[in-house]
């Protein structure tokens, strides 16, 4: 079973620039998250999509960062303009929810930096 | 809000040691307590627990739930240089979204 993908790996950018990240989750996978991992702490969740609708974008800073599942499966989430604070990796994870518990698994992220 | 803490915060040991990580939480509808391994950048999934006191294993490496003590263990034993690794524990909350929300990690380092 493929795993979750995303792209690019990395990516370097000035800040003010745009960016967008790319994630394809596991087939068959309703729930797609975004999460960002500054240095040091642990995940932080950006955004939740059950299928393509948003469950939970409480913590996703809208003002610069969007993010968008359209079909359902891949999404995309973009920042404009970045700033230095940016700079993290971005993590893709997707699920299955059973009925009782859920696991999350998790794509090779994509590192970000803000120059 | 919703928080997760963990300790310590970085550990070294040597080979063949056996060491405890803790993990501690406080959220809202607690469904279940999940651990990841993080070497490089994508968290690889351990252990998912849901039931107090019941331990899951995997080979060396097992964990325990205590619901009543709103904590979970996570004990790697005779461990190897390979273990190296940022060890997450995180949090799986209620109602319909099954959120995680992550402690900072433990980050541990085995030297041969």
């Known amino acids: 079973e493929a795993g979750v993908a995303q792209s690019p790996r990395y990516k370097i950018i000035e800040k003010r620039q745009s960016v967008a990240f790319w994630c394809n989750p596991i087939s068959g996978h309703a729930t797609l998250y975004w999460y960002q991992q500054i240095l040091g702490q642990g995940p932080k969740l950006l955004i939740q999509f059950q299928n393509n609708g948003v469950v939970d974008d409480s913590q996703l800073p809208k003002d610069r960062f969007s993010a968008e599942r359209l079909k359902g499966v891949d999404s995309t989430l973009k920042i404009q303009p970045a700033k230095l604070e940016d700079s993290a990796v971005y993590l893709c994870?997707?699920?299955?929810?059973?009925?009782?518990?859920?696991?999350?698994?998790f794509g090779p992220g994509t590192r970000l930096t803000v120059l | 809000e919703d928080k997760v803490v963990q300790s310590p915060l970085s550990l070294v040991v040597h080979e063949g040691d056996t060491v405890t990580l803790n993990c501690s939480y406080e959220?809202?509808?607690?469904?279940?307590l999940l651990w990841y391994k993080q070497e490089k950048k994508a968290p690889t999934f351990l252990f998912m627990l849901t039931s107090s006191g019941i331990e899951k294993k995997s080979g060396r490496l097992s964990s325990i739930l205590d619901k009543k003590e709103l904590s979970s263990i996570l004990n790697i034993t005779a461990t190897q240089t390979g273990d190296s690794a940022i060890y997450l524990c995180?949090?799986?909350?209620?109602?319909?979204?099954?959120?995680?929300?992550f402690g900072k990690g433990t980050l541990l380092t085995v030297n041969p």
């Open positions: 994870a997707s699920s299955l929810i059973q009925i009782r518990t859920d696991t999350q698994y």
């Open positions: 959220v809202t509808n607690f469904r279940s």
């Open positions: 995180a949090a799986n909350s209620g109602g319909s979204n099954y959120k995680l929300t």
